[in-house]
C-alpha cells in the first residue's frame, strides 16, 4: 500500500494505491480481501467485492472553507480497482470505477460528512459520516 498527500492550488490532494494477494499457503475466506464501503470503492457496499487478490488505485482533491468557528471541508474522489480469484484475472477492463462527491464539518467528535458515490454499473449510495472510523486510522 502506498497513500500520499498533497496540495494544488487551494486543494488538498490524496491518492492511494492498494494491492493484496495471497503468496503462501493456499488461498481461503480467511485471507480473502474486501472491498466496498467508504473510500474502498465507495459506491459498493462494504465487503461486496471480495477475493483472493485486489488491487485499487484512488485520488481525492478536498478544499477547506470557513473559519476558525465553522470550518467545513467539500471534495471528490476517484476510485478503480476490483478484486479477484487469481492475481492472473487482473486488468485495467476487469476493474470497476466509483466516483464521489463529499461535503463535511470539522467537530469536536471528528468529522461529520454526508457523501454520494456512483458507479460505472449506474448504482448510487449515500453515506453519512460521524467521526473516525478505527480501520480508517490505520487505512
Not at 474502498?40 to 470557513?66: C, D, E, H, K
Not at 484475472?89 to 467528535?109: I, P
Amino acid at each position: 500500500m502506498a497513500l500520499g498527500t498533497g496540495s494544488w492550488k487551494g486543494f488538498t490532494l490524496t491518492g492511494l494505491l492498494f494491492a493484496h494477494t495471497v503468496t503462501r499457503g493456499e488461498p481461503g475466506i480467511e485471507n480473502a480481501i474486501r472491498l466496498g464501503g467508504f473510500r474502498r470503492l465507495s459506491a459498493y457496499a462494504p465487503g461486496q467485492i471480495t477475493g483472493n487478490s485486489a488491487g485499487m488505485a484512488s485520488v481525492y482533491a478536498s478544499q477547506a472553507f470557513g473559519g476558525p468557528i465553522t470550518p467545513w471541508f467539500a471534495g471528490m474522489g476517484l476510485e478503480a480497482g476490483n478484486a479477484w480469484e487469481s492475481l492472473s484475472e487482473a486488468g485495467w477492463n476487469r476493474s470497476v470505477k466509483s466516483w464521489s462527491v463529499f461535503a463535511g464539518l470539522d467537530t469536536f467528535l471528528g468529522p461529520v460528512q454526508i457523501a454520494t458515490a456512483y458507479n460505472n454499473q449506474d448504482n448510487w449510495v449515500a453515506y453519512l459520516n460521524i467521526g473516525f472510523s478505527f480501520t480508517q486510522l490505520f487505512y
